[in-house]
């Protein structure tokens, strides 16, 4: 073989490594930078875990450290029994997930009207409901108060659920992804003899689970995690939500910041679970829902 063609073939080989070199080291780049970024994200969770492990003694210690001379699970047994913890578990569970079974349906279903069906005014009707995402809120606490004093609701499941039922942005995600089912699907089953409620149903529900999956876990994280409503209309401390009893529980404690920080794991725990189990879903869903952007 001559110098030339031996010359010729190494320099190929070097300009087919130099891609893969790059590649390799963008991916190392980029492998450190989200390691960077889930210690960023996890510090202040390790944190609080650790804090609650603590003895009350050395949660005021100067300088601040990590360890600890014994870690104990006291914290968490003190605020378990001088807290209304359990009961506010199961209200929080009973009120997100019949929040999220109902947002789920109805916005479900008034997506597959604007998606679907033909009717006068259609267009306007779905720009007022878009509208609804730019008005806070806090602003409708008021509004939603004096209509839940005068149906009797305050104080009760109802007060919270019923207004966190309507999600114009839940809506418009269902309605993004009924938009991209082919039409030819429900033109047949019509054909069929199919009613359009049976059409949604059997059709574009069980087509639909990434939309369904990202809407039931946002809501329920959002509902869970909703603080003003609850504070506003619940009043006994058998009816507090997680949020507003750990706000409770964080007056009672003042400075006991190792029973604080429990009882604000104890509170995060579902949410935490909820993502980690599916995390696969949320994905999906952002993706398929036109929420990547």
Do not use: C
């Amino acid at each position: 073989m001559s110098t030339h063609s031996v010359g010729l073939q190494g320099r190929t080989q070097t300009r087919a490594a130099d891609p893969r070199l790059k590649r390799n080291i963008v991916k190392g780049v980029t492998l450190v930078v989200l390691i960077i970024l889930a210690l960023l994200w996890l510090m202040p969770i390790l944190w609080a875990l650790d804090t609650s492990l603590k003895p009350e003694s050395e949660t005021t210690l100067i300088p601040v450290t990590w360890f600890s001379s014994h870690f104990t699970f006291q914290s968490y047994v003190t605020t378990l029994a001088t807290s209304n913890m359990l009961r506010w578990y199961f209200n929080s569970i009973l009120t997100s997930a019949i929040i999220t079974a109902a947002t789920v349906l109805v916005s479900s279903l008034a997506a597959f009207s604007f998606s679907r069906i033909p009717f006068r005014g259609r267009n306007v009707l779905f720009w007022i409901i878009l509208a609804g995402i730019m008005i806070p809120g806090q602003i409708l606490i008021v509004p939603l108060f004096t209509e839940m004093q005068s149906l009797g609701l305050v104080d009760t499941y109802w007060s919270i659920i019923l207004p966190q039922i309507a999600s114009p942005v839940m809506m418009f995600v269902f309605k993004q992804f009924f938009d991209g089912i082919p039409r030819e699907l429900e033109e047949s089953a019509l054909m069929d003899g199919a009613s359009r409620l049976r059409v949604y149903w059997q059709i574009w529900m069980p087509l639909s689970g990434p939309a369904i999956a990202a809407v039931a876990i946002f809501t329920f994280v959002f509902s869970w995690n909703n603080f003003i409503l609850p504070f506003i209309m619940l009043t006994g401390n058998n009816m507090m939500t997680i949020p507003v009893g750990l706000a409770t529980v964080q007056t009672s404690f003042g400075i006991h910041y190792a029973q604080i920080m429990a009882s604000a794991v104890l509170g995060g725990v579902p949410v935490l679970i909820v993502f980690l189990f599916f995390q696969r879903q949320i994905v999906q869903g952002i993706a398929g829902t036109g929420l990547k952007g």
